[in-house]
């Protein structure tokens, strides 16, 4: 098992959808968990950290975190093409400050 | 500005040839880091450092060599062991403190062997 794992996609969602981003670890007593974007040719911006389970909300985007299932999401609302980008899961797993991120999600979102 | 500085951001590498990318940071942060990515993939750790004078291995670091002499420095070196050094290069800091130390990116260096 990867250390994390994301689906590659493409992700495709019509504009003003909810497009819904997936990510599985394989540490069960990491901590620190965040959403990156990357847009062709860029480097990795941060949109969100989670670090506690359940729901944490930062305007269009929310991300979910289970650690009883090694799950953490991310849920963009109202989709704008601009969302379109990929979309990258980071662990510190171990809880090592040694960041593992997952192969990314491309999203495209369709006017 | 603040924030991390990558330099060169486009670099073209003869077969053979030993390359350095130079990282720098004035966030004050401890931790700096070495990622690569390849076309489509995600971020594999090259090395990393939580401090000065000290560095660890990551899951990819054959051909490849860092230092960390100053807090806000960081360069890494790619050798002519690498085998497939062609790449986008990405320099990270994090602050160092668990549960609190996001990662945040310089906008990286593309290697080009030729």
């Known amino acids: 098992q990867k250390e994390v794992e994301q689906n590659s996609g493409p992700l495709s969602v019509p504009e003003g959808a909810i497009a819904s981003l997936n990510c599985t670890y394989s540490?069960?007593?990491?901590?620190?968990f965040f959403w990156y974007r990357q847009y062709s040719g860029k480097s990795p911006e941060l949109i969100m950290s989670?670090?506690?389970?359940g729901d944490k909300e930062d305007g269009r985007f929310t991300a979910q975190l289970n650690k009883a299932s090694q799950y953490v999401s991310l849920l963009i609302r109202d989709s704008q093409p601009s969302d379109s980008a990929t979309y990258l899961c980071a662990v510190d797993l171990y809880n090592f400050n040694k960041f593992y991120f997952g192969s990314g999600t491309k999203l495209n979102v369709k006017p | 500005d603040g924030g991390i500085t990558q330099s060169p951001k486009y670099l073209f590498r003869k077969e053979g040839q030993n390359v350095t990318l130079s990282c720098e940071q004035n966030l004050n942060h401890d931790a700096m880091y070495w990622y690569r990515q390849d076309p489509g993939q995600g971020l594999r750790l090259i090395y990393y450092?939580?401090?000065?004078?000290?560095?660890q291995k990551g899951d990819i670091a054959e051909g490849y060599s860092v230092s960390r002499e100053k807090k806000e420095s960081f360069p890494l070196t790619v050798t002519s062991a690498q085998k497939n050094p062609t790449a986008f290069y990405l320099c990270?800091?994090?602050?160092?403190?668990?549960?609190?130390?996001?990662?945040?990116f310089g906008e990286g260096s593309r290697l080009t062997v030729l």
């Open positions: 990270a800091t994090s602050s160092g403190r668990s549960n609190t130390g996001e990662l945040f």
């Open positions: 989670i670090y506690s389970n």
């Open positions: 450092s939580q401090i000065v004078n000290d560095f």
């Open positions: 540490d069960r007593g990491s901590q620190s």
